[in-house]
């Protein structure tokens, strides 16, 4: 069975950093796809960036173009967790913070969410202004 457990979230200020991390236990990051999403208040679920390993597909790594320069997504594959490193916060950053997993998935299938089977129950990031 697969549990993800995402951390990290927090109160902070525009201009902070924030870094997201989330623990994976039945399903390996090494050789499959994490992504992360957020949920504002009153809007749909989004895509935030996603990294994936497959012996089938080149490692790559996507971004939504509001957080390109900004956020950048890792794992750790000893550990078998996930980091969303987040800089610059601001205001419209504020969300529920995702984290998914799902076995490899194609490039053209990392940003959308129905995509991924394995969801954890999420992180409250507040950026004040």
């Known amino acids: 069975q697969v549990h993800l457990v995402e951390s990290g979230g927090g109160l902070v200020q525009t201009g902070d950093s924030l870094r997201l991390s989330c623990a994976a236990s039945g399903l390996t990051f090494s050789s499959n796809t994490m992504g992360w999403f957020r949920q504002a208040p009153g809007k749909e679920r989004e895509f935030v960036a996603a990294?994936?390993?497959?012996?089938?597909?080149?490692?790559?790594?996507d971004y939504v173009d509001s957080v390109k320069g900004r956020f950048t997504i890792s794992t750790n594959n000893a550990r078998n967790t996930g980091y969303l490193q987040m800089n610059s916060l601001k205001p419209e950053d504020s969300a529920v913070y995702y984290c998914?997993?799902?076995?490899?998935?194609?490039?053209?299938?990392?940003?959308?969410?129905?995509?991924?089977?394995?969801w954890g129950q999420g992180t409250q990031v507040t950026v004040s202004s």
């Open positions: 990294i994936s390993w497959s012996g089938d597909y080149a490692h790559y790594a």
């Open positions: 998914a997993a799902n076995y490899p998935l194609p490039r053209s299938a990392m940003t959308i969410a129905t995509m991924y089977d394995y």
